[in-house]
């Protein structure tokens, strides 16, 4: 059994290089319809048993728990603290791995996220799975246990999280899928996003909605 945690983060704070200012509602908005999309295609894949999104945002973990995964309210401070928190509270007997997300990778599909599984299977335990963003981030990454390797989710964090795993000896297989290359942090982001003809249906919806314009 193979679980999904995403992480997402205050709307108050969310996506402020993306809409900033004036733009907060738009952002919140847009955060929530990325995490609908996210969710869909956890929901769509074969390999995942159970989701869940851990949050410091009440609201995001009411919208989490509309969408039928269950929220965990974070009461650490940090992306990372938060992470390990989440996965200490999904960790049960039957799990096999963890699978993380960001809540940001809106194009995501079914198929990308079950071959990351299915590459986990072929690492056994332990082992860890890496799915890099194009900017140097992780988009994904699936750790068999859960805790086989440190979070180091940041800027330049899929070198990071190589590093973590070359550190505790745990085997390393990185995939670079297309559905996961993208996480929307950046206006240039958003136009990757938009070339692409799969995935983030709501998220596309969303920034027709708000008059999208970098």
Same mark, same amino acid.
């Given at each position: 059994?193979?679980?999904?945690?995403?992480?997402?983060? =205050?709307?108050?704070?969310?996506?402020?290089?993306?809409?900033?200012?004036?733009?907060?509602?738009?952002?919140?908005?847009?955060?929530?319809?990325?995490?609908?999309?996210?969710?869909?295609?956890?929901?769509?894949?074969?390999?995942?048993?159970?989701?869940?999104?851990?949050?410091?945002?009440?609201?995001?973990?009411?919208?989490?728990?509309?969408?039928?995964?269950?929220?965990?309210?974070?009461?650490?401070?940090?992306?990372?603290?938060?992470?390990?928190?989440?996965?200490?509270?999904?960790?049960?007997?039957?799990?096999?791995?963890?699978?993380?997300?960001?809540?940001?990778?809106?194009?995501?599909?079914?198929?990308?996220?079950?071959?990351?599984?299915?590459?986990?299977?072929?690492?056994? =335990?332990?082992?860890?799975?890496?799915?890099?963003?194009?900017?140097?981030?992780?988009?994904?990454?699936?750790?068999?246990?859960?805790?086989?390797?440190?979070?180091?989710?940041?800027?330049?964090?899929?070198? =990071?999280?190589?590093?973590?795993?070359?550190?505790?000896?745990?085997?390393?297989?990185?995939?670079?899928?297309?559905?996961?290359?993208?996480?929307?942090?950046?206006?240039?982001?958003?136009?990757?996003?938009?070339?692409?003809?799969?995935?983030?249906?709501?998220? =596309?919806?969303?920034?027709?909605?708000?008059?999208?314009?970098?």
């Amino acid at each position: 059994m193979i679980d999904a945690l995403v992480p997402v983060g =205050r709307l108050a704070d969310a996506k402020s290089r993306l809409l900033p200012g004036p733009y907060r509602a738009a952002a919140a908005k847009l955060t929530l319809a990325m995490l609908d999309d996210v969710l869909a295609a956890l929901a769509g894949a074969e390999r995942i048993e159970r989701v869940a999104v851990v949050t410091p945002d009440e609201t995001v973990a009411r919208h989490t728990e509309a969408a039928g995964a269950t929220a965990i309210l974070q009461t650490t401070r940090g992306l990372n603290p938060g992470l390990d928190d989440g996965a200490a509270k999904l960790a049960h007997a039957g799990q096999d791995g963890l699978l993380v997300i960001l809540g940001d990778v809106a194009g995501a599909t079914s198929r990308d996220l079950d071959a990351a599984c299915e590459a986990a299977d072929e690492l056994g =335990r332990p082992g860890a799975v890496l799915c890099p963003s194009g900017d140097g981030g992780t988009a994904v990454l699936l750790r068999t246990p859960h805790d086989a390797i440190p979070a180091r989710f940041g800027s330049e964090s899929a070198a =990071r999280h190589r590093e973590a795993a070359s550190d505790a000896g745990v085997p390393l297989r990185e995939l670079t899928l297309p559905s996961l290359a993208i996480d929307l942090d950046e206006p240039a982001d958003v136009r990757r996003f938009l070339a692409t003809d799969e995935g983030g249906t709501a998220t =596309r919806r969303a920034l027709a909605e708000i008059g999208w314009a970098p």
